[in-house]
């Protein structure tokens, strides 16, 4: 049996981290809506779109798709947004002591995941703001969609013996398009043409991977200040984000 854990968490398991910890935090909301751009990611990576998961309110501790496995093997899975899990009597649970919802490409060379556990979670827009202030609504300005790169893990609930899985987005440093922004960090956005190779779990060279360990936007941006990351009610005017 494979099972969810997760869902939007409630405030107060979000803040065994502390709430400037989580605001502090890059990419912590994103949204994955049904769309043209949707559609077409999902058929480039050859999954079916009835297996994926839409919000517009990707939380930390949320149940989302992530995209794993070779060109034979591929599919979606449903994921806990929190790479750590803990073992408790109701089950397993966002880990108090990690908050681990990102992976911070320092740390890659020292995650097993990052050989063999990579993942691409599937994304329309995400918020980002500098430091909890003026968040913005970031979604490419030609519809597509973005494919984020990720680590996946695989959990046995010793409480029901279900598979359960987890994931986290790694982070890169800060683009200098996005400075006024976020300046610290933004998300792996991984190009078309390496999708396969990022996924293939067979490809455990990971020093071919270290050149996408760079900060690039894919297309450009369409930025919107919103009212709070959850909401994403605009509050002023949207303007571009030039990817060259």
Not at 118 to 128: D, G, N, Q, S
Not at 209 to 224: G, N
């Amino acid at each position: 049996k494979t099972r969810r854990v997760g869902g939007n968490l409630p405030f107060s398991l979000l803040a065994c981290c502390g709430n400037r910890a989580y605001k502090a935090r890059m990419c912590t909301n994103f949204a994955h809506i049904r769309n043209h751009g949707s559609r077409a990611l999902a058929a480039w990576l050859d999954v079916s779109t009835q297996g994926l998961i839409y919000s517009r309110d990707f939380r930390p501790g949320s149940t989302i798709s992530i995209v794993t496995g070779g060109s034979g093997d591929r599919g979606v899975k449903a994921a806990t947004w929190w790479l750590y899990l803990q073992q408790t009597n109701q089950g397993l649970k966002p880990h108090r002591d990690y908050f681990s919802v990102n992976t911070n490409y320092r740390k890659l060379p020292e995650k097993p995941e990052f050989r063999t556990h990579r993942c691409i979670i599937p994304a329309t827009a995400f918020v980002e703001s500098q430091d909890g202030k003026r968040p913005h609504l970031l979604e490419p300005a030609d519809g597509s969609a973005i494919a984020f790169g990720g680590l996946w893990k695989e959990w046995t609930d010793r409480a029901t013996g279900e598979i359960v899985y987890s994931a986290s987005i790694i982070t890169l440093p800060g683009h200098p398009a996005l400075e006024n922004i976020h300046r610290k960090s933004m998300p792996l956005w991984l190009p078309r043409d390496r999708h396969d190779q990022w996924l293939d779990p067979e490809m455990t060279d990971t020093g071919q991977l270290y050149d996408l360990l760079s900060p690039t936007l894919q297309a450009d941006l369409k930025a919107t200040l919103i009212d709070r990351a959850g909401s994403k009610v605009p509050i002023g005017q949207s303007f571009t984000i030039s990817h060259g």
